[in-house]
C-alpha cells in the first residue's frame, strides 16, 4: 500500500484547484449516462418536456448528493471509495413498468420503497464478500470493462443510432483525433497534466468539433439560471405491493452490481473492500434511492464508466469524486451550468470513452494474472463466466423473449458473469478455493472482514 506521509491515496485531501478540475473531468464523463434515464423514462410515459426538464435537473441534485454520500460517509452509510453515483439503467425496465400500468405516483412510491427495503437487507447481501475470490473479481471487472464498449460505441458514432450521421467519417475522425490528443497527453506529461488527460481531450476535442461546426451550444443559452426541484414535483407518491416489489427486485440486482463494482474499486485504488464496506455501499445506495424518490428521481448505483478514470489517471482520493458531486449538485441548480457541459460532442466522449473503458478491462486482466490456472480449474470459470457476462452486450435481442423480471435479470452482464463465476467457483473449487490459500491479499481481506463482524 502506497501511502503519503502515512495517508492513504484513497483519503488523501488534494489541493482545491487539483478537486475541482479532477472532478469536473469525472463530470464530464458520468454525465451523458447520467440524464439517458430520465430522458428515456419521459420518452416512454409520454411526459411533456417541461417535466422531463424537471427529472433531468432531480436526477443532477440527487446524484451529486447520493456521490457525497458513498465518497464522504455518513455513519454506517457511504463506502468512503471514489464512487460516482448516478441513476441505474436497471432500475429503468422495471420503472416504465410500473409507469405504463399504475402511474408516475406510484413509479417515485416503489423507489422509495425500494431504497428502505436495500437499507435494510444490506447487513444480509454484504455477507457474501467470501464467494468472491480473486477469480470471480478478476472475471467481473473484465466483464464490466467489455459491457461498458458499446457505450463508447455509440458516443463515437454521434450519440443516436436512429440518426442519419451517425457512424458519419467527421463523427469517427473527431473521436479518433480525441484519442490521440488524449493519448499524447497521457504519454508526454507527468504529475498534474498527466493526470487530466481525458479532461484536456475531451476539452481540445470539443475545441475541434467547434471549428468544424460539429458542436451546439444553443441549449446553453436556452437555459435558465437558477432552479430548484421541490420534493413531490409530480404530487405525493403513492405505494402498491405489486410495484413495490417489482423495484425491490430491480435493487437486488443492483446490489450485486455494486458488489461488483466496490470490489473493482477496491482493487483499483489498493484499498480491498471488506463486508463492512460493502454494507456500508449498500445502505448508502438504499438511501441515496429514497431521497432520490423524494426528488422526483430514481435508484442509484456506481457508474463503471468512472472506474476506467479511476485507473487511467492513477487519482485515487475520495475528495475528488466527493468534489464532482458538489459540481453535479451545481448543476443540479443552475442548468445554464449542466447545458454548458452537455454540449461536448458525443463523439469526443466515445474516443475518451475507449480509452477509460478499456483500463477497466486490463485492471481486470492484471487481477486474472493473480490467479494459478496451472493445476486448477480456475481458466474454465473464466473462459465460462466472461463469455456469459458479454451474451446481453454482444447480441441484445438474445433474450427478447424473457418477459418481466426475468428478462431484467437476462439483460444484465454484470449480473450474469457474476452468478456464473459465483456458482462456477463453488462448484468447481469449493468452499476453499485454490485463491483463497494462495493470495494472501484475499486471505487479508477474509480477515478484515472477520474483525468487522466480530465488532458488530
Excluded at 454484470?414 to 463453488?426: D, E, K, R
Amino acid at each position: 500500500m502506497n501511502t503519503h506521509n502515512g495517508v492513504h491515496p484513497v483519503d488523501e485531501i488534494l489541493p482545491v484547484r487539483q478537486l475541482v478540475t479532477y472532478g469536473l473531468q469525472h463530470v464530464l464523463v458520468m454525465y451523458a449516462g447520467a440524464v439517458a434515464v430520465p430522458l428515456i423514462l419521459g420518452s416512454a410515459l409520454g411526459l411533456t418536456s417541461a417535466q422531463v426538464v424537471t427529472l433531468i435537473n432531480a436526477n443532477l441534485l440527487t446524484s451529486g448528493i447520493a456521490t457525497m454520500i458513498q465518497c464522504l460517509g455518513i455513519w454506517k452509510f457511504g463506502a468512503r471509495l471514489p464512487f460516482i453515483q448516478g441513476c441505474s439503467f436497471i432500475a429503468l425496465a422495471p420503472m416504465i413498468m410500473i409507469g405504463k400500468e399504475f402511474g408516475l405516483a406510484y413509479v417515485f412510491g416503489s423507489v422509495i420503497a425500494a431504497g428502505a427495503a436495500t437499507i435494510a437487507l444490506a447487513p444480509v447481501f454484504s455477507r457474501l464478500l467470501r464467494f468472491f475470490p480473486p477469480v470471480v473479481i478478476g472475471s467481473l471487472i473484465t466483464i464490466i470493462g467489455i459491457s461498458l464498449m458499446p457505450a463508447a460505441a455509440i458516443w463515437l458514432g454521434g450519440g443516436n443510432p436512429g440518426a442519419a450521421d451517425f457512424g458519419s467519417l467527421s463523427n469517427l475522425l473527431l473521436g479518433l483525433v480525441t484519442i490521440a490528443i488524449t493519448l499524447f497527453i497521457y504519454a508526454k506529461f507527468k504529475g498534474f497534466i498527466g493526470n487530466l488527460s481525458v479532461l484536456l481531450g475531451l476539452v481540445a476535442g470539443s475545441a475541434v468539433a467547434a471549428v468544424f461546426g460539429l458542436t451546439d451550444f444553443k441549449h446553453v443559452g436556452e437555459a435558465v439560471w437558477f432552479e430548484v426541484s421541490s420534493p413531490f414535483a409530480f404530487g405525493l407518491p403513492k405505494f402498491g405491493l405489486v410495484p413495490s416489489l417489482v423495484m425491490i427486485l430491480g435493487m437486488l440486482v443492483i446490489m450485486a452490481e455494486t458488489t461488483g463494482n466496490c470490489l473493482a474499486i477496491g482493487k483499483i485504488v489498493g484499498k480491498p473492500s471488506t463486508q463492512q464496506t460493502l454494507g456500508n455501499a449498500f445502505r448508502a445506495d438504499g438511501l441515496s434511492t429514497m431521497i432520490g424518490g423524494i426528488f422526483n428521481s430514481f435508484p442509484y448505483n456506481c457508474f463503471t464508466q468512472n472506474t476506467g478514470l479511476i485507473a487511467l489517471s492513477n487519482v485515487k482520493s475520495r475528495y475528488v469524486v466527493a468534489a464532482a458531486g458538489a459540481i453535479m449538485v451545481l448543476m443540479g441548480l443552475f442548468p445554464k451550468l449542466g447545458a454548458l457541459i452537455a454540449s461536448v460532442p458525443r463523439p469526443v466522449l466515445g474516443g475518451c470513452a475507449i480509452v477509460m473503458f478499456g483500463m477497466t478491462t486490463v485492471a481486470g486482466i492484471q487481477e486474472l494474472s493473480r490467479v494459478k490456472f496451472d493445476g486448477t480449474r480456475n481458466a474454465i470459470i473464466v473462459a465460462v463466466s466472461v463469455s456469459v457476462g458479454v451474451l446481453p452486450m454482444s447480441f441484445p435481442a438474445l433474450f427478447e423473449h424473457a418477459g418481466g423480471t426475468l428478462k431484467l435479470i437476462l439483460e444484465s452482464g454484470i449480473f450474469l458473469g457474476a452468478l456464473t463465476a459465483i456458482l462456477l467457483n463453488v462448484l468447481l473449487n469449493g468452499n476453499a478455493s485454490h485463491e483463497e490459500h494462495q493470495d494472501p491479499e484475499f486471505t487479508a481481506l477474509a480477515a478484515s472482514s472477520a474483525g468487522a463482524e466480530a465488532d458488530k
